[in-house]
């Protein structure tokens, strides 16, 4: 619903009351009837290639008009590679097992009882994200395939596009008789409708922020309804005394240059000063090579001998740089790296490069991030590369889920207990 | 710390930083270290138990004099049958599995890659509760076998008791060199610096209220920091017509009459017309004998013959009466009783009664409370019961824990991941 907008707090409490009822569809359906409308889904959208593209051109257009450009442009735009890619997401998550009914824990108490743990959808999830119309499709349908009905605010740029997918969507489940209220894109731009929306915790079961800082903060900020936020990563890799120093170049590099904006790319390189005579240069050198600009300590600076060292400023250390930019410390100690991470990390990714198992082992046991990794890139905290399937967003949230999401996340565990007439 | 209380917000935020510092070691001990605390602190209880009696017997004679009576002043006594309870909680908690550092997955992705999802402590865990001083020991008990410090907020009229028992702790903390940060409780009352407790999400990674709907309420409107309810319970039992009526007799009635307050207390029974008019009169008897208010709709009444039904108002349905009151209503068919449920409760508990196996599959599916029960007492939605050892409460959120909170439910998993130089 509310592709021409609602205007109302009565309309958004009319639209997420039919997103509860809905949700109790859904929560009951069958895998097999949930992969048949993410697979019909995929097909009409290929069916409304043209249509869609359309939409998404005025959408273009008009941002542009408005002075949108860059990198907010380029995540607006859709065409047909990213067509095919929304439609082989739906036809990759049709694949994947349904969480929903997955058992956990079965076995019989004292009393008699059997009791089982078994997991159940959230209900009615809302993601609040920006202008990037792929989202749409990915984030109903990995809350549709977990059982949940879903909530959909996506920047007001992408409105027009959004819109026609969600529509598209809507007359998918109506073909297959499912109450269209699984899914609900709001197009509205009005700030206190929004606020009304996340204080709505009767019909609304989690709300996911994705996007900048600023947005989640307002929704963190706003909302009664329970979060798990996906904050910003400050990653860290500390090359340890033992380090394997061509190793530990591979690792930091390609941790900041393979995609230098995303939330697990490497912003810090803490290294032992054992090491950091050898591998500071090596670093240096490889960084000016790769277009990275390195923002090193003073120490880093001495050692990078006739390489371009930018003195660091002490807010470059744990600071998200979304840029070709990694800063540099060189640490007299084990401890002095956790202490580094703890005071400017994000709880996000953190790895260490060792030859040493024991610095291995503690390094997993006190850095307690959503991801911590020994001797691999900080690049590989990403739901495809841990084997979910999917992923909805890395929480930093110690809350529920604590790193990717895929759909288990979307899902609880309930108690399921069988008696002979058991009674207390 | 704050035995005195403190005045500022400033002071609150030193207390939660010290939390935050001490959660750091106290997720690192290892199970005997966590155990050996445990075990020295039922000895203290122990070596105290005059002052704790004399304490608390002052926060009695204030509360009294503050015309404090009734239930309220009986949760808020101590005596030495219930310190002794306090020592066998923390004899038996020192017994359960250390849930923090378990393996819930392991296996090797695409890549290489073992990757690994460990249970770690949340962090700090903030209680805000009602004058009952017996939590105070149980919830920090709870927390630190789970790893985690804990920020404890009590009902002023326990203050006393609360204090030293705090005390207590922290002097068994210091003896075997572990930050007294792990426990903290206020006293203060100033409602301005509860909140600003609440806003500390930087600090505090989950705050749990537990009390009356008041109290829960002021949490949740507060709160940044993420929490978890437990809401008041309004458990059915619906009594099918193939239900065994001398078992669904047993069921509702002990239900309601073994502990009329508890929030998995059977509040509303629901029977099915073909049965009514055989189980409606047992009932009613049975409510009489057991100095049970039965409150009825119509056909209820009709049906109770000469035994008094008080007839039900409307919002006698979805109260939790917290006495010896029971409503009850006649439904004409399985989705009647469903169509109730899910209208009237409260995500808490449910039972069916029944003799065939499809309906009581169709109640598990259908109803998604936080513990549906075939066959038994909804009574035995207790940690306890359903085998998790030791109980926090019951969560009636769906995310993060959902039903009663164990050990578990106080950690949350992460990812740990090993590699052999993987890049991207």
Known sequence: MDEAGVRTTAEIDALARAAREASRDVSTLSREDKDAVLLALAAAIGAHEREILEANAADLAAAEANGVTGAKLKRLRLDGPALAQMRDGLAQLASLDDPVGEVTRDDRVASGLRVRKVRTPLGVVCMIYEARPGVTIDAFALCFKAGNACVLKGGREANRSNALLARIARGVLRERGVPEGAITQLTTSDRDLIRHLLTLDGLIDLVIPRGGET??????????????????????????????????????????????????????????????????????????????????????????????????????????????????????????????????????????????????????????????????????????????????????????????????????????????????
Chains 1, 2 share one sequence.
């Open 215 to 424: 947005l989640i903060r307002f929704v963190h900020e706003h909302s009664r309804v329970p979060t798990v936020q996906h904050f910003h990563g400050v990653c860290h890799v500390y090359v340890d005394a033992s380090a394997d120093l061509e190793r530990a170049l591979e690792i930091v590099a390609t941790g900041k240059a393979s995609a230098p904006a995303t939330c697990n790319a490497t912003e810090c390189a803490l290294v032992h000063e054992a090491v950091a005579p050898a591998f500071v240069p090596m670093l240096a050198q490889r960084c000016a090579a790769d277009g990275i600009e390195l923002r090193g300590c003073p120490r880093t600076g001495e050692l990078a001998g006739a390489q371009p060292v930018v003195g660091a400023r002490d807010d470059d250390f744990g600071t998200e740089f979304l840029d070709l930019i990694l800063a540099c410390r060189v640490v007299g100690s084990f401890d002095e790296a956790i202490a580094h991470i703890r005071a400017h990390g994000s709880d996000h990714t953190d790895a260490i490069v060792t030859g040493d198992e024991s610095s291995g082992e503690r390094f997993r046991r006190e850095v307690q991030s959503s991801c911590v990794l020994v001797n691999a890139s900080t690049r590989f905290n990403d739901g495809f590369q841990l084997g979910l399937g999917a992923e909805i967003g890395i929480s930093t949230t110690r809350l529920h889920a604590y790193g990717p999401m895929g759909l288990r996340e979307l899902t609880v565990e309930r108690y399921v207990v069988d008696g002979e007439g058991q009674t207390r």
